[in-house]
């Protein structure tokens, strides 16, 4: 099952994977995470889909004698990322809604073609959607700008662009993905995220001038949506489910179910049982993923 990852961004050997976690330098990862090429987990894909699990990463991390002080930025985003999850437990389909407040302005309900096609003309943006479309990956920072600009700047509603994204990401995580999205569009926040081109270029080394983010933070409070996000583009996702294997059930062992976001490949291990992938059509309805994320479960 694990071979659903990119094989070389996201090796899927069991053995690759837990010396991702070894090799990672957390103390680094601090100080550099906020840029393109800083030095992140790129563990996402294995959290998500219940390969590896928060809790394992940070027991790694502290059997190797790392002082929690000195770590603190990274396990602050594992904590992120569990928090996200309870709150889905929590609320479940409260949070396809609005969550604190009312996302404002919003003048529609689709998603720049601009963005769809990666062609805002904003150089680190368009080649981290083109990334997207190729690896299943796009970087945290990245992920925010994008936000903003189809949020804040092109005042469309989270929920359908947050699916598009949700879509293409090999770290497919409902949770943390829709309350991103809403903590940057501020309907899960106080205060809209808003970047301009100087903080994007700082942070993905890029020196574009006379883009449509190319002016001062204040210029956002009163800013028309420009000409090239105008065009919106409806989409109608759908997930590739696979047919159904024929089961066959040896019932005097028990049955291990797994699902979307639970494949993990030590789960009672040494147990002999009847295990089973549960792919149900209804969860991919509402939540639909690419052909990526499912050809070789
Ligand atoms: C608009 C938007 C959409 C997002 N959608 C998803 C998604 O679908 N799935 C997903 O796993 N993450 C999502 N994130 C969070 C974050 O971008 C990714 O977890 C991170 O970029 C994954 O790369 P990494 O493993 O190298 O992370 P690292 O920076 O190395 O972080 C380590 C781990 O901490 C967790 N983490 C890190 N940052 C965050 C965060 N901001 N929120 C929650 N958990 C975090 C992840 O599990 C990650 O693997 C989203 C963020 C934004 C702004």
């Not at 090429?37 to 940070?58: D, E, H, P, Q």
Request: glycine share 4%; with cysteine; proline share 5%.
């Amino acid at each position: 099952m694990l071979e659903l990852f990119d094989k070389k961004l996201f090796p899927s050997k069991y053995s690759d994977i837990l010396n991702r976690i070894k090799s990672f330098k957390p103390i680094k990862y601090g100080a550099s995470r906020n840029y393109v090429n800083g030095s992140v987990s790129y563990l996402s894909a294995y959290i998500s889909r219940g390969v590896i699990s928060t809790k394992f990463i940070l027991k790694t991390l502290l059997d190797k004698n790392y002082n929690p002080a000195d770590i603190e930025k990274f396990i602050q985003e594992l904590a992120w990322r569990d928090y996200w999850q309870q709150i889905w437990i929590s609320k479940g389909k409260l949070i396809n809604s609005d969550l604190k407040n009312s996302q404002f302005p919003v003048s529609n309900s689709s998603t720049p073609k601009a963005i769809i096609d990666a062609n805002t003309g904003i150089s680190a943006i368009d080649k981290s959607i083109i990334g997207l479309y190729e690896t299943g990956y796009m970087h945290n920072h990245l992920r925010m700008y994008v936000a903003s600009i189809v949020c804040n700047i092109a005042q469309s509603h989270w929920i359908n662009p947050a699916r598009w994204m949700y879509y293409y990401l090999l770290d497919a995580d409902w949770a943390s993905n829709s309350l991103s999205w809403q903590w940057v569009a501020g309907s899960n926040s106080n205060k809209k995220y808003f970047a301009n081109q100087e903080n994007i270029n700082k942070y993905c080394f890029t020196n574009q001038k006379g883009t449509f983010l190319d002016v001062d933070y204040p210029e956002f409070q009163k800013f028309e949506i420009p000409e090239v996000l105008k065009h919106l583009y409806f989409f109608n996702l759908k997930t590739p489910l696979p047919n159904s294997d024929d089961i066959t059930i040896e019932n005097s062992l028990p049955t291990l179910l797994y699902n979307f976001y639970n494949i993990d490949p030590i789960w009672k291990k040494n147990l002999k049982a009847n295990r089973i992938l549960l792919l149900e059509p209804s969860h991919f309805e509402t939540y639909p993923v690419c052909k990526r994320l499912l050809i070789l479960l």
